[in-house]
């Protein structure tokens, strides 16, 4: 089960030494977790960097790609797939969420399937609101995805009773915060021990 923490704005280091294997930045100037353009983001962090940006132009996404040197774009918003096509082809590997209700349609995601990495389930990101995940028993893509929103220490036993053969890892934000941005460390530290041992 891999993890990704998201919404990290400070303690960049201390948190990578907790061996997630994602660690998401947001360049969305509208949420409270927003790192800003000039965010300095250390060389020596040994996990897969994450940009997620909301609805953000092509140039923009690709500018912050390259100079901050991420893994990884993360499509937050109503992102087409004529967007997630131009920056496959520019070889950015792509993860797009997409927020899940009962009335969301799987074959939404058909078209997108060619030129993503990843998919992330959510509700609304960074709200601490889960949507049902029985909804997820109706994804039947190769695709593999991350489990997000409002996962907490509480969910640990639920996630492990969960299975979907596609389920990738988990997507963590807002029940690991002190205030957004700063994370808890010694909540990450319980939640990863916990849900990696059998």
Not at 92 to 98: A, D, L
Not at 127 to 147: N, T, V
Request: hydrophobic share 35%; glycine share 6%.
């Amino acid at each position: 089960m891999k993890i990704k923490i998201c919404g990290i704005k400070y303690d960049i280091k201390e948190i990578s030494k907790l061996n997630p294997d994602f660690i998401g930045f947001i360049f969305y100037p509208k949420s409270p977790r927003f790192v800003g353009y000039n965010f300095y983001i250390p060389d020596d962090i040994y996990t897969y960097k994450v940009g997620v940006f909301v609805d953000e132009k092509k140039e923009n996404i690709i500018n912050i790609y390259n100079k901050k040197k991420l893994d990884f774009v993360q499509l937050h918003g109503k992102e087409n797939i004529y967007l997630c096509e131009s920056l496959f082809k520019k070889k950015i590997k792509i993860i797009k969420s997409f927020k899940i209700n009962n009335n969301f349609s799987m074959k939404i995601l058909l078209n997108y399937i060619p030129f993503c990495s990843y998919f992330i389930f959510d509700n609304n990101g960074g709200s601490g609101k889960k949507f049902d995940w029985e909804k997820l028993y109706e994804y039947d893509f190769d695709k593999k995805f991350f489990l997000s929103g409002g996962i907490g220490l509480k969910d640990i036993n639920k996630i492990k009773k969960f299975f979907h053969p596609k389920m990738y890892g988990l997507d963590i934000n807002s029940k690991f915060e002190i205030y957004p941005g700063k994370k808890n460390k010694n909540k990450i530290k319980t939640f990863i021990k916990k849900i990696k041992s059998k």
